[in-house]
């Protein structure tokens, strides 16, 4: 089983900026990388992947404000938050999904916490 632990959560005001941070119990070379979040009443939506490749997508409504990278030799993806609105309430998950070894992986962490209000 792999875990996954995201840190970084917190209230800021809009416009403000926080770095998120999820580390893996184990190596995450060559394996897809995600951020994901999910406001009260509304389903979970992704915000950004990092591919095995290294390659980054966005969900439309970050692109130019959010930023996800990876730090492999740490275990740790990183999802940078900037110009930060009040719609990006939510708990922000981390997800680990693709194939090792032969085998279909797809883990979730705990979530962190944030919050955009003045």
């Known amino acids: 089983q792999v875990q996954l632990v995201e840190s970084g959560g917190g209230l800021v005001q809009p416009g403000g900026s926080l770095r998120l941070s999820c580390v893996a119990s184990g190596s995450i070379f060559s394996i897809n990388m995600g951020w994901y979040r999910q406001a009260p009443g509304k389903q979970r939506e992704v915000v950004a992947v990092i591919t095995s490749g290294g390659s980054t997508n966005y969900a439309d409504s970050v692109k130019g404000r959010f930023t996800i990278s990876r730090d492999i030799a740490k275990n740790t993806v990183y999802l940078q938050l900037n110009s930060l609105k009040p719609e990006d309430t939510a708990v922000y998950y981390c997800?680990?999904?693709?194939?090792?070894?032969?085998?279909?992986?797809?883990?979730w962490g705990q979530g962190t916490q944030v919050t955009v209000s003045s």
């Open positions: 997800n680990l999904n693709g194939v090792r070894w032969g085998k279909s992986l797809d883990y």
